[in-house]
């Protein structure tokens, strides 16, 4: 088998793997164990999570331009690094505003750990020049568009949910089955490994050298 299809073969059982496992333990808990070990993380509403969602990228930002950190700065930033690569990185449709989404409640987790890394950043003392002032202007834009989109006021059953950066979040594999932009999206990814392999085995078909 030649090396370059071994690794597709691999990484699509890698995957497979993983979602039956993950489904196999979601069978049993929807949730992880409450672990309120860690720092206490505010959730947002549906329609505030939205919006940060499209500030996520500039709060990443100002945070990599943090020179002087702490522990809670750190255990902020991974905790919502881990949860969003739980989330497939934001890439199932429906994962923000499809409240069945399996992954609607991880997505709350890692935009409410952005959210509260921003408000961490605002409390932090000064940084370089003109660091605070840029923070402030981030934050008095996002607040502005949750007022004109009425963002607190749209809510969903995930809304009322603290998280903890010791409590980790994962997506509800079990339920991809039921809700069809999930199985669609995981459907496309199988075909696409498939045409992967396919293509792989008929390459190297042809550049055998005949004898």
């Known amino acids: ?44 509403t549906h329609g505030q999570m939205a919006v940060i969602a499209s500030y996520r990228s500039e709060i990443l930002a100002l945070a990599a331009r943090q020179v002087h ?32 989404s399996p992954f609607n409640e991880c997505s709350h987790a890692y935009l409410s750990a ?35 989109s009425g963002a607190s006021l749209v809510l969903c059953r995930f809304s009322g949910e603290a998280f903890n950066t010791a409590s980790l979040i994962r997506p509800v594999w079990s339920d991809i089955p039921s809700h069809p932009p999930s199985l669609i999206a995981f459907g496309i990814l199988a075909m696409g490994l498939s045409a992967g392999a396919i293509g792989l085995v008929g390459g190297g078909r042809r550049a055998r050298p005949s004898t």
């Open 69 to 100: 950190t702490d522990e809670a700065f750190r255990r902020l930033m991974n905790y919502g690094a881990i949860q969003y690569t739980y989330c497939l990185w934001g890439l199932v449709p429906g994962s923000l505003r499809d409240e069945d």
């Open 114 to 148: 952005a959210q509260a890394l921003l408000l961490y950043m605002r409390a932090m003392p000064a940084n370089e020049p003109g660091f605070q002032a840029d923070v402030e202007s981030l934050v008095s834009r996002i607040d502005a568009d949750m007022v004109r």
């Open 1 to 44: 088998m030649p090396r370059r299809l071994r690794s597709v073969v691999r990484a699509a059982a890698f995957l497979a793997g993983t979602c039956l496992a993950a489904t196999a333990a979601s069978a049993h808990s929807i949730g992880p164990v409450a672990d309120d070990s860690g720092i206490s993380i505010p959730s947002l």
